[in-house]
């Protein structure tokens, strides 16, 4: 890590006055405090962290220095050495920051083989010694979340799980013979195919063998079963709307939700039912053609069955979560599906587009040949793509290990009084991908690379050129730095807004602020702007000499007051 960066990080920690995601703070003026729980979580994030030693929280993140910097390297390192299993190789960076000492310590990411990374001494198990980051804090974790990383080590195969008490009878015949006759007319090349019946639902994992008695598999009766609820009861896909957009807002009777509906039967029966339903529950608009209307539904049906599908495919169905159902949460703003488990084996929020790693195999494979999910890893591309053609910002993918979540928002990027807001910035050199980043700034609090890189289907070198390219002329706002750069908007997202005829200058910026804040100092510069140490100085010394502010207080602690 650069100097520069490691003071854009603090500066970026004290503009929002709270720890941040990847960013631990410790206070380390009495010595080298204990950062064990630290190591583990930030070892087992995606992206892997940083530990900043030398701020004080207490004191609204002032930086108050370490005490020993060379022993806390020496501490921390050792601690990540032996302490840690598996061991961590971290990296150090010192820097002085209004005279004090500030320690950073990354932490990187270990391979997904070896996670999860946890303090020896307290053991993997029962006695916190793994810790996962969840927000801005550090928690230990779950059995289960310990189970999925475990299980992403190798493939899983609860899917392949014989269900107790079912048997041949309790499938869909008709459905099953109709699945044979597919196969041995797509797949000629497979003897067993045209072997005697049980025999070949064997092979297909259909049905497993217990005790002399053919059991059918998780997968074959959820897949062919005439009511798999019967013996796993809570296999099912739930479906509530809310009056508003949170879970408690009630609405003018009081009520809380406007509409509660449970679907079950095997998977092809279970997911049409769904689909139809919370189509038929969505706000519609018109649109005349010619003399026929067309009903336009508040989210793209596209969209709405592959995030069904991806959810009744990829769930987990381990035991620690098979009490869980699919959940189907519409809001006023939103549509939310969650199913239990999070993403499986190298497949994160950020890679979800490229990379392919797949839970049940098995189920898969019976959902692909009866055309249930179509090939595999395009789902999410074609509820990107679903989004995208009606003109509505990408969906939004959030993982929690213990559940994974889709939400498409019902509002659309180009409206009207977007597009008239947009027309202000007529003047600016901007290409069409960034008018749709603005658009979509307008609606979200931020946007990160991968944001851009969804919303424009572009690589991450063309969205950091695009984005930066905004910055420079002032309509969006550098934040942190690096791999925690997130961009906010820089000018008013209100209607009818005055148009901008310059972009204001790193002066007037500095200026507003003192005005606002009262003062200002060198670290609050750096995280203003988004620039480092030296241009920081730069600035503030020059307007000094043009008498526009001056300093107060001695080096260390000095802050700027307008004249």
């Known amino acids: 890590m650069e100097s520069e960066e490691l003071r854009q990080l603090v500066a970026e920690v004290q503009r929002q006055q709270m720890e941040l995601e990847s960013i631990e703070v410790k206070c380390a003026r009495g010595g080298t405090p204990k950062a064990f729980d630290s190591l583990s979580s930030l070892s087992n994030r995606p992206g892997g962290g940083v530990i900043l030693f030398g701020l004080d929280e207490g004191e609204s993140y002032g930086v108050t220095g370490v005490g020993d910097p060379q022993r806390v390297q020496e501490d921390v390192s050792s601690w990540a050495r032996s302490e840690m299993e598996p061991p961590l190789n971290v990296l150090f960076t010192v820097v002085e920051i209004d005279g004090e000492t500030v320690v950073a310590v990354e932490v990187p990411e270990i391979p997904r083989e070896q996670k999860p990374c946890y303090y020896r001494n307290r053991g993997l198990k029962g006695n916190g010694g793994a810790y996962i980051r969840s927000g801005n804090t550090d928690r230990p974790m779950s059995d289960y979340e310990i189970f999925t990383y475990i299980s992403s080590r190798g493939q899983p195969t609860d899917d392949e799980e014989r269900i107790a008490d079912a048997t041949l009878d309790d499938l869909d015949a008709v459905k099953l013979n109709a699945h044979l006759e597919h196969l041995r007319s797509t797949r000629p090349k497979l003897s067993f195919l045209t072997g005697p019946r049980e025999e070949t639902l064997t092979r297909l994992r259909v049905v497993r063998e217990v005790d002399g008695v053919l059991r059918p598999t998780l997968a074959g009766l959820l897949t062919f079963g005439e009511y798999p609820q019967e013996f796993l009861p809570q296999l099912f896909i ?326």
Request: charged letters at 25%; proline letters at 4%.
């Open 238 to 563: 739930a479906f509530v709307q809310y009056y508003g957009t949170t879970e408690h807002e009630k609405g003018p009777g009081g009520q809380r939700f406007l509409d509660n509906r449970k679907f079950e039967g095997p998977i092809p029966e279970m997911l049409n039912a769904a689909e139809r339903y919370v189509v038929g529950a969505m706000r519609k608009s018109s649109l005349i053609e010619s003399t026929r209307r067309k009903d336009i539904p508040e989210y793209p049906q596209e969209a709405l069955r592959e995030a069904l599908a991806n959810a009744v495919a990829h769930r987990d169905y381990s035991q620690y979560v098979r009490g869980s159902y699919i959940q189907v949460r519409m809001f006023a703003d939103r549509l939310e599906v969650q199913s239990p488990g999070g993403l499986f084996g190298k497949v994160t929020e950020e890679n979800i587009e490229e990379e392919e790693s797949t839970r049940n195999a098995r189920l898969m494979q019976m959902l692909e040949d009866t055309h249930i999910v179509e090939n595999r890893g395009s789902g999410i591309d074609a509820m990107i793509a679903a989004m995208r053609q009606a003109n509505m910002e990408p969906p939004r993918f959030r993982d929690s290990r213990a559940s994974f979540v889709v939400t498409l928002r019902n509002h659309t990027l180009m409206s009207p009084a977007t597009i008239q807001w947009l027309n202000q910035f007529a003047y600016q050199p901007l290409n069409d991908r960034q008018r749709v980043a603005l658009a979509y700034l307008r609606a979200n609090e931020r946007i990160v690379n991968n944001d851009y890189c969804r919303l424009n289907q572009v690589d991450v070198v063309t969205a950091g050129q695009e984005l930066r390219g905004l910055v420079q002329i002032g309509l969006i706002q550098q934040n942190s730095a690096s791999r925690w750069t997130y961009y906010t908007l820089g000018v008013s997202s209100e209607e009818g807004a005055a148009t901008v005829s310059q972009p204001e200058s790193d002066e007037d910026r500095i200026l507003n602020y003192v005005r606002e804040k009262g003062s200002i100092n060198n670290t609050e510069c750096q995280g203003l702007l988004g620039v480092g140490d030296t241009r920081a100085y730069y600035l503030l010394r020059k307007l000094c000499d043009q008498g526009k502010l001056r300093p107060k207080g001695p080096r260390k602690g000095r802050r700027y007051v307008a004249t």
